[in-house]
């Protein structure tokens, strides 16, 4: 009798809902304070890094950030953030003018 183990893998989204406030850890975040704030506070879902216990994506409308959610502090980082639409047009610009 052959048997065959079947696994789903482990979902990489994790629903993230912290009422802790948000540091921006660089100054040019601040502008992005408000938005990331209030979807941690209502819960959003985000990537882990697998390579950085603690840290998550995570992508509000055109924006995405990257973010620091410490085990022992009363705070979460916003430690970068990116509008995807303007990184995108920054790339296809750059790869025309090559």
């Known amino acids: ?3 065959m183990n079947v696994t789903t893998p482990a979902s990489q989204y994790t629903w993230l809902r912290i009422d802790e406030p948000v540091i921006p850890v660089n100054p040019s975040a601040w502008d992005h304070l408000l938005e990331v704030e209030a979807a941690l506070h209502h819960g959003v879902e985000a990537t882990s890094d697998e390579n950085h216990p603690g840290f998550y994506e995570i992508e509000i409308g055109d924006n995405w950030y990257y973010i620091h959610v410490p085990s022992r502090l009363r705070a ?8 995807r639409r303007a990184a995108r047009t920054a790339e296809i610009l750059h790869r025309t003018a090559s």
């Open 1 to 3: 009798m052959n048997s």
């Open 76 to 83: 979460v980082y916003l430690v970068a953030a990116q509008n």
